[in-house]
């Protein structure tokens, strides 16, 4: 069973554009979402992170949108530009020790010059 | 500085081969992580180190998978007996984890596992 289910599986976004990717999970456990950004043969990178106690995170172009009764979170990308072309993935983890991520299936954004 | 590291990029074996991973931890991070990557899809949790002992091993896929962190740092991922099954982008992560909250898992760039 797949915890954290993402959408859309691919994602074209005219330069300028806003870019959207969403998230959804069923666990309330969960109390902290990350997002990743991966290029082709890459590691993924943290990009930007939320918990539930905040509805929304600004850093540069890129905003979380948290609802947490809807169990839903999203990323915003403003000004989507060339070099925003990459899979991004959603993450959720629970409080606890054990720190572990359970990771959306990915989205691959191409940004169109 | 230096990031997490994986030897090798890239790894072809034949089925029913034995082959070992590597993963080298960012220096003085006691957290370690293994995820799998199939094709197309998010990374797959395997088994989280604290320091020398797997605190978390239930994202292995069966006992043919086995990994070891000797020393609190360098780890290495043991795939016994391939499969194509097992073809994969084979990820470490580490972080600093300091207290119980959440912290910055920093990934490195995969060892591509391909069992022909």
């Known amino acids: 069973q797949q915890q954290v289910k993402q959408s859309p599986q691919s994602l074209i976004v005219q330069k300028g554009g806003i870019s959207i990717i969403n998230c959804a999970y069923e666990?309330?456990?969960?109390?902290?979402f990350p997002w990743y950004q991966q290029f082709p043969g890459k590691g993924p990178a943290l990009l930007i992170a939320i918990r539930p106690d905040v509805s929304e995170k600004k850093e540069g172009r890129f905003t979380i949108s948290f609802n947490k009764s809807a169990k839903q979170f999203s990323l915003h990308i403003m000004d989507s530009q060339p070099g925003d072309s990459a899979t991004y993935f959603c993450a959720a983890s629970r409080r606890g020790i054990l720190n572990k991520f359970y990771f959306g299936s990915g989205t691959k954004l191409n940004v169109k010059p | 500085g230096a990031g997490v590291s994986q030897t090798p990029s890239n790894k072809v074996t034949e089925k029913g081969k034995y082959v070992e991973l590597r993963c080298d931890p960012i220096s003085g991070h006691t957290a370690l992580y293994w995820y799998r990557q199939s094709l197309g899809q998010g990374p797959e949790f395997l088994i989280y180190?604290?320091?020398?002992?797997?605190?978390?091993d239930s994202g292995l896929p069966n006992d043919r998978f086995f990994a070891v962190r000797p020393e609190g740092s360098v780890s290495t991922l043991k795939i016994q007996r391939t499969e194509r099954g097992d073809s994969a982008v084979y990820l470490c992560?580490?972080?600093?984890?300091?207290?119980?909250?959440?912290?910055?898992?920093?990934f490195g760039p995969g060892t591509r596992l391909t069992v022909l």
């Open positions: 992560a580490s972080s600093l984890r300091v207290g119980q909250g959440p912290d910055t898992q920093y």
């Open positions: 180190f604290q320091g020398t002992g797997a605190a978390d």
């Open positions: 666990n309330t456990a969960f109390d902290y």
